[in-house]
């Protein structure tokens, strides 16, 4: 068994009060703090995010996940008045591809979580209004997975597709520690203002912090910016329960790989990639795995596995370019504009970051995955940087301050 799955999540805890959560964004998005960690000299600047720019030099690249959160939280009532809430997750027939899933018309299933599920035994009717007409949709509760459920969403009408009356209907589902009801203004606060290509179930939060000033501000100051999307899935909140990190199940994800993108960074070799958040970090490591995986003709190139990077000495000693190559070959080979890969990658302490120089990101939740990730790049050091933030009133997870963690 390889060393990395014998990590203690324990050694991955640190207090945070109920005071330091943040439960409702700042008023205006570039006004959160930021606490700025050089990496070269382990030292901390406490700043404001709209004071990004100064930190920012025209040698870099920022990388955004341009994913949009879909309403993916449903509430329904059951023929005798039982409140039944059902969480849509990932797609199961007639595709698992997000994209093809969100335009299908008349019925799809997905695996869902279900709150009151003892009390829903058969069919639930509910109606859609949109705008326009209304529409009945029958929702149908399917075998057990894991935790959640097969739900089978049923509708007469064929110019409707599931996105538009999910849209319609659904709420926004906000993370389940912000233990409040979404309101309206979460509409717009809960999504990046560059949001894209729907798919999320979560939002990509450390975009949540650029307006769409700040990113022309960045773009004047000639530093060049890039676009990804993956489909941020509810288990980027799974707490780990294990008391190794290896007894552990990562998530899978769905990551969109575009041919422009992989040129702009061929082409662009000496640029520093700045990952904004966590899933953008997951993607260009992911994709640099696909790539390895290209190169070296491995079985299923396309799907990154929980610790592929870490049994393979192979991948590991393919080089950035060897990779980005192999994936743009593959493009061409195909015909191809994009390609849609998984990633169940897990990046914890000892892991080599291939793509990216730098990161921003939030605070996040003690013993979590995404915490993992920030000590496999910032060392322990992220004992002294959180600490910093619980001295120094910074607010945390997804609606919180933000960090930016540089060399």
């Given at each position: ?75 329904v ?10 969480f ?38 509910f ?30 009408d ?45 939002a ?52 969109v ?18 990952a ?90 003690p ?13 322990d ?27």
């Amino acid at each position: 068994m390889i060393e990395q799955k014998n990590i203690r999540i324990d050694d991955f805890d640190y207090e945070l009060p109920n005071e330091r959560i943040a439960y409702y964004p700042k008023e205006a998005r570039a006004t959160s703090k930021l606490l700025v960690y050089h990496r070269d000299t382990q030292s901390i600047t406490d700043s404001e995010f709209q004071n990004l720019p100064q930190f920012l030099t025209p040698d870099m690249m920022l990388v955004f996940n341009d994913s949009k959160v879909i309403h993916a939280r449903l509430l329904v009532q059951n023929a005798t008045g039982a409140s039944i809430e059902i969480f849509c997750l990932e797609p199961l027939t007639p595709t698992t591809e997000l994209t093809q899933a969100l335009a299908q018309s008349g019925t799809v299933t997905w695996k869902c979580f279900v709150g009151n599920a003892k009390r829903w035994k058969h069919p639930i009717d509910f109606q859609v209004d949109m705008g326009k007409k209304t529409m009945v949709v029958t929702a149908v509760k399917g075998e057990q997975i894991e935790n959640a459920f097969e739900v089978t969403f049923r509708w007469n009408d064929a110019d409707v597709t599931f996105a538009e009356w999910v849209e319609a209907y659904g709420k926004m589902p906000l993370p389940p520690y912000i233990k409040r009801t979404a309101e309206k203004a979460d509409e717009n606060r809960y999504q990046t203002v560059y949001a894209h290509y729907d798919g999320s179930v979560a939002a990509p939060t450390a975009g949540l912090h650029f307006s769409k000033e700040l990113i022309q501000q960045i773009s004047e100051q000639q530093v060049d910016t890039e676009y990804v999307t993956l489909h941020v899935g509810a288990g980027t909140f799974k707490p780990v329960t294990a008391d190794q990190i290896g007894d552990h199940f990562m998530h899978d994800e769905q990551i969109v790989i575009r041919r422009e993108f992989v040129e702009h960074l061929l082409q662009n070799p000496d640029k520093k990639i700045v990952a904004v958040g966590t899933t953008v970090t997951r993607s260009l490591e992911s994709i640099f795995i696909i790539g390895a995986k290209l190169k070296l003709e491995l079985p299923s190139p396309l799907h990154v596995g929980q610790w592929e990077y870490y049994e393979n000495a192979d991948i590991r000693a393919t080089s950035r370019e060897e990779a980005l190559t192999a994936i743009l070959n593959y493009l061409k080979e195909n015909d191809l504009e994009y390609i849609t890969a998984s990633t169940q990658l897990m990046i914890v302490p000892s892991y080599q970051f291939k793509m990216m120089r730098a990161i921003i990101t939030n605070f996040h939740q003690p013993k979590s995955t995404l915490l993992l990730l920030i000590s496999a790049y910032l060392g322990d050091e992220w004992r002294k940087i959180y600490a910093h933030a619980l001295t120094h009133e910074y607010r945390f997870l997804s609606y919180g301050d933000a960090n930016f963690y540089t060399w």
